[in-house]
């Protein structure tokens, strides 16, 4: 059971597990991962982290560190981003890229760097009780 919550019953569990199996399917059955709902948010503000960025400079380090498992498509991506700069985790400034072109950077704030923390607590906590349920056996 998870700690601080009333017995969630049985449909927590599967629910997990079938998020969880989906994404250990292989490629040819699924096109790409899915994140699990507020992730994209978490890996942004990681990226960030690392120093302001545009748009398409966050999707690849996204795909390059997660070593091409992570390829987030522009349809969630500017989204995010933009909910980010409106929650004041990320503020955008346009400049001219490398190649002459003008992009919105974005940057991590003092709030963002603090709601990166938050939400890397949040998934050390997702993450491990999910290895808890995926470690147990059952019967």
Sequence with gaps: MVKGA?????KVVDILLLMVVDCLLPMTTRQKPDLLQGT??????RVLQWGPQHGHGIGVALRATS????????????????????????QADWKL???????????????GRRQLAVERTRWSRLSEAIARVLG????
């Design 6 to 10: 009333s017995n969630p019953g049985p």
């Design 97 to 111: 890229t490398e190649n002459k072109q003008r992009a919105k950077y974005y940057r991590l704030t003092a709030s």
């Design 40 to 45: 994209l948010d978490l890996l942004i503000l």
């Design 67 to 90: 070593e091409e498992v992570l390829s987030i498509d522009h349809g969630s991506l500017y989204p995010a981003l933009h909910r980010l700069e409106r929650q004041g985790w990320v």
């Design 136 to 139: 147990t056996d059952v019967g």
